[in-house]
């Protein structure tokens, strides 16, 4: 009963959030437990306490951010993403009252800020605090900054690394909290972990994928101006996946180089002898994707995800609701299940912007002879004698075909931020239990 427990999703997930609040609160532990000899006084315990929390929290970071599967698999990548987001405007307001309250409390340390005459352990926590600002700036407006997202990628590893660095160099040169053998090896345990992650996702990894590459065999046209990729694994088995997964994708250059883009794969999970990518041309790289010859060298990394039908084998049946592009996991969930002989009812709301542009509209309809699958296409622009659903996926349109019986479904959201969030409010209004609905954003970033 107790292996049971510890090995539930659930309980897993918990276990994660304990290990992250413990190491935060490691150096915290050991100042208690190791206290300075000389008494500090409250003030500047606490302005010391929070540069250690904020350290920890940054360099916990990397862990969140180096795609490790175990932690990945429990939470699905934005959630992680989004806690990456806001964890460090958290451990930068303690970057920042740290110093703040010293110098309140000590109004001699300014002069810590003279860059030429202060000593190095200081003059780095400033450069760590600028790399810090200068980090959080580009990420909370790299839109309206313009600045693209590869060179953007870029800057920020540099900054992170930079930030942590100088951090962990200030903390181990004020030597006075540091001097204690204990501390000193949490420091160093925490600065190595971040370097080994760091390792990890910038070579081991790539030199993994490299190891496990695929080639391109199709590049075939769908409607809405989206292409499907083709991939087929050589010299190794490829990968299976649960429907509804993604992958990050490299194409033509090595996998060293960092640039790679995620998508969700559009087919069946148990196949893997090939493997495809259903993607929109709607940027930098997604408009290259037709151009790309059969017989170019692919890379991956995944799958990864939570976003799918295979964690809910008890329930009774499944509402999946895309818009536009959102389509792909839906399309790689519903020909799995067709495949494997799936007696479950799946409904589908799919909303297009014409019935041209309507993506994967005879596959769907074929997967009606191996599936009870029910499609509701919902049109912007409607055709003349269109008799179907039109205008927005709202609360009296999802009302009309969801089951009563409500959380006997689970429902599955993929489509424009905005239609995602109406879908979900409209949801909660239609008291679907929150625990039913999972949503993929496609905007990671
Ligand atoms: C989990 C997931 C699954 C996805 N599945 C699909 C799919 O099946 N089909 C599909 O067409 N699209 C999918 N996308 C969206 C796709 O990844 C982006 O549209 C694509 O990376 C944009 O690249 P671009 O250079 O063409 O666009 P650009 O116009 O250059 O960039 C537009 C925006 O896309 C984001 N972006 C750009 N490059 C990257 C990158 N390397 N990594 C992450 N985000 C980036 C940035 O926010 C950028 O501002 C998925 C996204 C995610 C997160």
């Not at 990945?72 to 987001?85: N, P, T």
């Amino acid at each position: 009963m107790k292996s049971l427990l510890m090995q539930s999703p659930v309980a897993i997930a918990f276990g994660w959030i304990w290990a992250y609040i413990f190491i935060t609160l490691l150096p915290l532990l050991i100042l208690l437990i190791y206290p300075p000899l000389t008494g500090r006084g409250f003030w500047i315990d606490l302005s010391v306490a929070l540069g250690f929390i904020a350290l920890a929290m940054m360099a916990l970071q990397f862990a969140l951010t180096a795609r490790i599967n175990r932690i990945e698999a429990s939470y699905g990548v934005d959630i992680i993403l989004q806690f990456h987001r806001y964890i460090s405007l958290v451990a930068f307001t303690f970057v920042l009252i740290h110093p703040l309250i010293l110098f309140v409390v000590q109004p001699e340390t300014l002069q810590l800020l003279n860059f030429f005459t202060a000593p190095w352990r200081a003059r780095m926590a400033v450069l760590a605090t600028l790399a810090l600002i200068a980090l959080v700036i580009t990420s909370v407006w790299r839109q309206q900054l313009k600045i693209p997202y590869e060179p953007w990628r870029t800057l920020h590893g540099i900054l992170a690394v930079l930030a942590v660095g100088l951090g962990l160099g200030h903390a181990i040169g004020v030597g006075n909290y540091l001097g204690l053998f204990w501390k000193a090896v949490l420091w160093t345990a925490i600065a190595l972990t971040a370097i080994w992650l760091l390792i990890y996702v910038r070579l081991v990894k790539p030199w993994l994928m490299l190891k496990k590459p695929y080639l391109v065999e199709e590049v075939r046209p769908e409607s809405g101006n989206v292409w499907t990729l083709a991939l087929r694994p050589i010299g190794h088995k490829g990968f299976c996946f649960q429907p509804g997964q993604f992958a990050w994708i490299t194409l033509e250059i090595s996998p060293f180089r960092m640039r790679e883009h995620p998508f969700s794969m559009s087919s069946n999970g148990d196949n893997t002898e090939k493997i495809e990518f259903s993607i929109k041309a709607l940027g930098d790289f997604t408009n290259t994707i037709k151009d790309v010859p059969p017989g170019t060298k692919a890379f991956l990394d995944g799958p990864y995800g939570v976003f799918t039908t295979d964690r809910y084998e008890d329930t009774a049946g499944f509402v999946l609701i895309a818009g536009g592009i959102g389509i792909t996991p839906m399309i790689s969930m519903l020909i799995t299940h067709a495949e494997r002989g799936d007696e479950r009812p799946y409904l589908l709301i799919y909303a297009s912007k014409n019935w041209e542009d309507i993506t994967f509209r005879e596959e769907l309809d074929e997967l009606k002879k191996k599936l009870d699958l029910t499609i509701i296409h919902v049109l912007k622009e409607l055709p003349e004698d269109w008799s179907g659903e039109s205008g927005y996926v709202d609360k009296e349109l999802l009302q009309r075909y969801i089951p009563k019986r409500r959380a006997t479904r689970q429902y599955f959201i993929c489509a424009s931020p905005k239609m995602m969030d109406q879908v979900e409010i409209a949801l909660h209004q239609l008291e679907v239990p929150p625990t039913n609905i999972h949503m993929e954003h496609f905007n990671l970033v």
